[in-house]
């Protein structure tokens, strides 16, 4: 029997800490997503709250090796609630020159460095413009670097495979995840079980895979390249049953959820459009709940499909970004003229034109609120996390089919392609909206309204006794009748007008975060909850007064909007655009607030915000 004595003493330390930050980077094909993933999938099967951040390369097929072509995905993850992917980075994982240029200025001074050494060759340097090799000129010596030659010892591991050079190489992604459940004490499993069930279909990419990464894990313990690794313990989340959840697939689960609590089948017209995509995907795998999914050629035939989807009695959607958007804007039109519950997610991205197809930013709440012609008035709702969108997408669609009208959803690339844990909810939790289409023809009028939402009946085609015109022309009152009388087209632009304005009655009044009046009321809608949260609660330890309002509904706004702006002494709306709540705000409450605009297709950090609020309370 061993006894204490025989048992060899750790070659490390062991560190308890409370959160980390750690970003892979490398090459588009280098696998940077789905090491990131799988490292994220790890550590929320362990407990640990989350908040992470891909980061996509614009470029379909970036030269190998260039700046162009860098993909990262960052995650932050804790034993305490947090509210972003983090501002500094505490290791960094790099593959080449490129992704090192890229990434390493957000490493914090005495952060661990992981470097593929084997890819900074003379021709590897050029690719990303360097001039000299920094694992040699002393320009990281502020870091803990660990140089690693990753494609030659993920070779020696799998060189008895007989897999081709270009598979032994794809496998390096896998050896430095390795490396990295090594320094934070995490299991292989669920990474062990993935590749088995990836690659089930070739028996050898299983086993060269696994045997990257435990190669990885074997180098960090033979060699004591780290003196230290790191615990992170399980967060106290509220009890119950959790998934880990980005903010496109909780839309698509909110739409599924929305046609079964309404009764109603689900319709997805869409277009393939970064940053998307993915809510069409999802939602083609749902056809055992009677979703239907259709890819249609152009943008124009993806929204007029789910018109005519809505128009047949189906819960209708389309999925776009800005520049779709602007091609959807003659058919928005056309539902706001029609009056038929239709759902428009605008996932943004930076603009104007192609822009930053890969990149976030909230360019497009003037686009929803006025781009069209007209007096065309839409609801919009916006999501503030990535989970939070399956409540938004939830949200409109009750909206949309109680008061007959299109609702645009703002969410945005960060929120899209982001993760955190999600809490299931009880289906009881959940109300019912059960829809009843007109039925009876008896004195039938296909523009007689409901006297507290104003809005019309939902006649399916088909349905005898109940046919009625259809189209873009102007309608006369209560007949629907094609009528081009002055008044009576007045008497509708304002009908329309006041049903969307009707909707805030189901609006909450809001009620500010932190405190309910003093000096500085921080006001914002989207992506920016997370950064603005952790900034408040931040400054608020420190003494300051200080109040957020996030704003879920952009129009129509909150009822008590106005009065609660009048309780601070100071507003500031940060956005990631050039100011455009505070334009609205200024038009409509005439309030003297500040902006802070960031426009680089990244998220504030929670520093930026901090700095501006010192600045303001100060």
């Not at 280098?30 to 614009?58: E, K, R």
């Not at 996390?385 to 109680?402: G, L, M, Q, Y």
Request: include cysteine; hydrophobic fraction near 40%; aromatic fraction near 8%.
């Amino acid at each position: 029997m061993a006894t204490t004595t025989d048992i060899p003493l750790p070659k490390h330390k062991r560190e308890v800490i409370d959160r980390a930050v750690i970003r892979f980077a490398g090459d588009s094909g280098d696998g940077m997503q789905v090491t990131g993933s799988q490292f994220t999938n790890t550590v929320a099967l362990y407990g640990n709250d989350i908040a992470t951040f891909p980061d996509f390369p614009a470029e379909i097929r970036a030269p190998a090796g260039t700046l162009p072509g860098v993909s990262g995905y960052q995650l932050h993850f804790s034993s305490n609630e947090i509210y972003t992917p983090g501002d500094a980075v505490d290791v960094l994982i790099v593959m080449n020159p490129a992704a090192l240029k890229m990434n390493v200025a957000d490493l914090k001074a005495n952060g661990i460095l992981i470097v593929n050494s084997d890819a900074f060759a003379e021709t590897d340097l050029r690719k990303a413009q360097m001039t000299s090799n920094p694992l040699e000129d002393h320009s990281l010596d502020k870091f803990r670097l660990s140089s690693v030659e990753l494609e030659r010892l993920t070779k020696v591991a799998l060189d008895h495979l007989g897999l081709d050079a270009k598979s032994v190489s794809r496998s390096k992604n896998f050896f430095a995840l390795g490396m990295c459940y090594w320094l934070y004490n995490r299991s292989m499993d669920s990474t062990v079980r993935w590749i088995e069930d990836k690659f089930s279909k070739k028996p050898l990419l299983v086993e060269a895979n696994k045997l990257a990464m435990k190669a990885g894990y074997s180098y960090c313990e033979a060699t004591e390249a780290f003196q230290i690794s790191y615990e992170i313990p399980p967060a106290q989340l509220e009890p119950g049953l959790y998934r880990n959840m980005s903010g496109n697939q909780a839309l698509a689960l909110g739409f599924i959820t929305a046609s079964q609590k309404s009764g109603l089948k689900l319709f997805q017209g869409g277009y393939p459009i970064t940053p998307a995509s993915d809510i069409l995907n999802e939602l083609s795998q749902y056809k055992d709940f009677g979703v239907i999914t259709f890819q249609a050629e152009d943008e124009i035939a993806a929204i007029t499909s789910a018109i005519g989807a809505a128009y047949a009695g189906a819960l209708a959607i389309t999925t776009t970004s800005g520049p779709g958007m602007a091609l959807k804007t003659e058919a928005l039109g056309l539902a706001v003229a029609v009056e038929i519950p239709l759902v428009i997610c605008d996932i943004q991205r930076g603009g104007p034109s192609t822009g930053l197809p890969t990149k976030t930013e909230q360019a497009d709440l003037l686009q929803a609120l006025f781009g069209r012609n007209s007096e065309a008035p839409i609801p919009i709702v916006a999501p503030a996390t990535p989970s939070d969108c399956f409540w938004a997408a939830v949200e409109a669609s009750r909206i949309a089919v109680k008061y007959m009208v299109p609702v645009i959803i703002l969410s945005d690339g960060y929120l899209a392609n982001g993760a955190e844990p999600w809490r299931i909810p009880e289906l009881s939790d959940i109300p019912d909206f059960p829809v009843t289409f007109a039925s009876d023809p008896v004195d039938f009028k296909p523009y007689r309204r409901n006297p507290d939402t104003l809005a019309r009946p939902w006649a399916v085609p088909g349905t005898p006794g109940l046919e009625h015109r259809i189209g873009g022309l102007e309608k006369q009152d209560v007949t629907g009748n094609i009528n081009y009388e002055p008044l009576n087209h007045e008497n509708m632009v304002r009908i329309r007008a006041a049903k969307v304005e009707a909707i805030v009655q189901d609006i909450p009044d809001i009620v500010p975060a932190g405190d309910p009046d003093g000096g500085l009321l921080i006001v914002a809608w989207g992506s920016t909850h997370g950064a603005i949260t952790a900034a408040v609660k931040a400054q608020r330890a420190l003494g300051h007064r200080i109040g957020h309002v996030h704003l879920r509904h952009l129009n129509p706004l909150p009822a008590n909007l106005g009065e609660v702006l009048k309780r601070y002494k100071t507003v500031l709306v940060p956005e990631l655009n050039m100011g455009q709540l505070l334009w609205l705000l200024r038009a409509k409450f005439l309030v003297n607030a500040i902006g802070l605009n960031k426009i680089q297709g990244r998220p504030f950090k929670q520093s930026e915000l901090e700095q501006k609020i010192a600045e303001l309370v100060s």
